[in-house]
């Protein structure tokens, strides 16, 4: 493979914690400590990219010893049977790991905590420890538990504190829990978690954009039709509905993950890759979007089909619902780029298939020497099975002069076949560590996402005047019958109903 180029500015603008480390997992006893967390921490480990001689302690409510602790935290790492250097890995990831119980709205167990660092670590640096905070807690205890940190806790040297969303539930929860945290945390210790900015395939968008002047020149109202970003998962809520109706698909998906991608991908090229420059770049996109209109919204509930329960089949959802499961808005931003292009982001819910991409659909091409020509597409995959393909119209082979349209693909697995792709927290977790706060969401970048979602929900809600009741779809399905018309409101047009296929195309079946 040919060398590469370097990106100027990219990287840290805070002090990397280097050595006499340790890292607090708060609410270590719970889901998402388990199945992400502590796996991230391993393979960093594993990889001799966690930071010297550092020592990880989970915190939480629940009584256990250090053997049990042991249990729960390795339960999610995958090792196979053969791989007796992970097995052994495992075990030395253990001798590093040791568990604290105690309360979240009380000074007695972050002072329980901040003794045992300071008598089992930190009195054997030599000099003072640095220590990282992740929150791995529901949005409910936040608040306690940065105060109690920063009054019982607060290590003497580097000091960082990890949340993750939901950050409230609309402007006014938000600005209250920002105003509470800003009170302990100084922003340049506050880092954000929103996981898709993690991912691969949204970290490689810049790159993308701003490293090639083919997409550069065509990256504008000019060429570009519409856009969709899309989240779609194969299953329901699962048992986890009572959780869910409290959120709902805008607020757990939307607002944040999508939202996030949206300002990544529509932003304007920064002064540098430095995480101020890039930051600033991505709230000034989002201030030029208005909020969402509600007949820019098509809103839908999974209901029973194909032997799977319905949405208000869940025990735990209440009877009446009107949360929706599935959503399709359309946003648009009124700045000299992109105005009067539709942006559409999609999520839902037991859909027909699991996966996450954005679909950019170029304009018409002039008529005239060509009819019925498809229109170009740049896609790119998310996950799984990231790839970027463009979809492109060629002369097909032989002696008739038909058009015929092709991909140009890069799946990450064939054209990077040695490389391993990272979880998006092994990344997000590294960057904390390092002090690059890029791919960490700012206060004033969240609040200007949630003046863009806020009327909408508190009209979903019922706070002005009736609920509007979500269209029915089934288990299964792509979702509303009523989606197809709502894309082609917007001007898009369905390229092919064959489906992405590479690299061969049956020329007889033309």
């Not at 570009?224 to 329901?236: D, L, M, P």
Request: proline share 6%; with cysteine.
């Amino acid at each position: 493979m040919a060398a590469g180029g370097s990106v100027i500015g990219a990287g840290a603008t805070g002090k990397a914690m280097q050595d006499k480390t340790t890292i607090i997992v708060l609410g270590a006893s719970g889901d998402l400590a388990k199945k992400k967390t502590y796996p991230a921490l391993f393979k960093l480990f594993r990889n001799d990219f966690l930071p010297k001689d550092v020592h990880i302690v989970g915190y939480a409510r629940t009584k256990m010893d250090d053997a049990e602790a042991h249990k729960r935290i390795t339960s999610y790492i995958k090792i196979d049977d053969a791989d007796q250097d992970g097995k052994d890995a495992v075990e030395r990831f253990k001798k590093i790991t040791s568990y604290v119980d105690g309360a979240y709205d009380t000074p007695d167990g972050f002072q329980k905590l901040d003794k045992y660092i300071t008598d089992t670590f930190e009195s054997k640096f030599d000099g003072p420890g640095n220590r990282l905070f992740y929150l791995a807690l529901p949005p409910s205890v936040f608040i306690p538990v940065s105060q109690g940190l920063r009054k019982n806790a607060y290590g003497k040297a580097i000091n960082r504190i990890v949340v993750e969303k939901p950050f409230g539930k609309d402007t006014e929860s938000f600005k209250e829990l920002a105003s509470a945290m800003q009170k302990e945390w100084a922003e340049e210790e506050t880092f954000r978690i929103d996981h898709y900015l993690g991912k691969e395939m949204v970290k490689n968008m810049l790159v993308l954009r701003f490293a090639n002047i083919a997409l550069q020149s065509s990256w504008d109202k000019n060429s570009i039709s519409n856009v969709q970003i899309v989240f779609k998962e194969a299953i329901g809520t699962e048992g986890r509905g009572g959780y869910f109706d409290e959120f709902g698909i805008i607020r757990d998906i939307l607002q944040n993950h999508l939202l996030q991608v949206l300002s990544v991908l529509t932003m304007e090229r920064p002064v540098s890759f430095s995480p101020e420059d890039v930051r600033d770049e991505k709230v000034k996109v989002l201030r030029a979007i208005p909020p969402v209109e509600r007949a820019d919204a098509l809103l839908g509930q999974y209901v029973a089909a194909n032997g799977k329960p319905g949405y208000l089949d869940d025990d735990t959802v209440p009877h009446n619902s009107t949360c929706p499961t599935f959503a399709a808005l359309t946003l648009w931003i009124n700045n000299p780029r992109w105005e009067g292009v539709p942006f559409i982001l999609k999520a839902g819910k037991a859909l027909n298939e699991g996966k996450v991409e954005i679909r950019i659909q170029y304009k018409d091409v002039t008529q005239g020497i060509f009819k019925d020509i498809g229109r170009n597409e740049l896609v790119i995959r998310i996950q799984p099975n990231e790839a970027i393909y463009l979809k492109l119209n060629n002369k097909m082979p032989g002696l008739y002069t038909r058009t015929l349209p092709i991909e140009m693909d890069l799946t990450y697995k064939r054209r990077f076949a040695d490389s391993k792709i990272p979880e998006a927290y092994e990344s997000l977790i590294l960057d904390a560590l390092h002090g690059d706060a890029s791919n960490f969401v700012r206060d004033d970048e969240l609040e200007v996402a949630w003046k863009i979602f806020t009327p909408l929900l508190h009209w979903i809600e019922g706070k002005q005047g009736p609920s509007p009741r979500p269209v029915p779809y089934p288990y299964g399905s792509r979702g509303p019958k009523e989606l197809d018309a709502f894309n082609q409101k917007y001007g898009f047009k369905r390229v092919d109903n064959s489906g992405y296929s590479w690299p061969v195309t049956n020329l007889s079946q033309l």
